[in-house]
């Protein structure tokens, strides 16, 4: 048995309480769009998020973009994908998408995940007792390692460590915690990232390019630093939030029997639809930004709105997922397959959580595919149960939440 209590099977016509587990209720009486004292606009609606991503007169101005872009203009010729706008990164995009479209995931990285899912399982049952967020940490990052490439680490047991660091020193350094010490670690981080895991990556791809990330950069002329700074970016977009969407997937789970037993039994298109429903409730990425190049207009209930050029735009994704005129009645219930208004088909099962538009996150079937294959083999465990409820937390840089502390015991 989990000592976390399961809920009872739970229909949209009777949740009366939001089931989220990352954020708090959505207070219903916040305007759908206000403006700060700092000029900032807050965008809460579905359609009026939606509008502003896909618009062409935004540029990205979140994961600490403008920051990094002010900082690494002078010494890199190649920004990171994630943090081009306009033409360059549509070109980008194309030429990337095909390391994440379905049928490359299904016939190039399915059998690894399957089978890297099954030693970290045996382990589990080895050991009888882990820490969800190390394991699933362990997954996110070999997966992703494989599709960027860095297959060729001088200490690869390690990797995972590497990234951590990197991830926590950021952290620190957005929320203004860059001490001497922090500082130092980021640059021994970074530099030992660098030196035991991109370069010997590059120097292998440039001796025998393969179908990855990195070959695609060392074909395009990328210098190994903006390479390293390409797999930085890919390792917080990519590990991290798959890493997060596992754990809180299996605590709904567990307090979902009812759900449990569709994931071990029921065909794909249900088991993705339990899986999309639970990323529309708690999106790992909380809030997108984007900044205004030019006067920018959207429908907001049958009125126009105009953001002002050079505003910052902030798109409150975990409350948009949320707009009841989007996702029905009951939208902070957990409802796969759920009936919504009347924006349906246009409305995504997963709402807003890949964001949309230009900068959708391309790996999006790579991560339901991954958190898919290894619940799957972590829910046939006998005797798998939760010893304490996780502890969230928050991660500033990528505006997600952590789930930490979620031991797994097998009896």
Known sequence: MSSIAPQQDITCEHAQASMRKTSAPVDRDLPIYETLDDGTWVIRGFDEVRQILRSQHVKQAGFASETVSDLSGNVMQNQPILFLDGQPHHAARRETNRFFTPRVTDNEYRAFMSAYADDLVAQLKAQKRADLSDISMEMAVQVAAKIVGLTDSILPNGLKKRLEAMIDVGDSAINGEMGFVTAMRSQWSTLSFFLLDVLP?????RKEAQDDV????IEREYSALEIMTECIVYGVAGMVTTREFIGVALWHLFENPHLMERMKVGS?????????????????????YRRASEDLTFESNGETVTIPAGSRIDLHISVANVDSRAMGDDAEALCPMREVAEMRPKVPEFGLSFGDGAHRCPGAYVAIQETDIFLRKLLAVEGLRVEREPDVTYYKIAESYEIRNFILVVD
């Open 214 to 217: 990195i070959s695609y950069l």
């Open 268 to 288: 794909e298109k249900e088991r993705y639809a339990i899986l999309h429903e639970i990323l529309r409730l708690e999106p790992v990425v909380s809030h997108l």
């Open 201 to 205: 990556a590059v120097r292998a791809r």
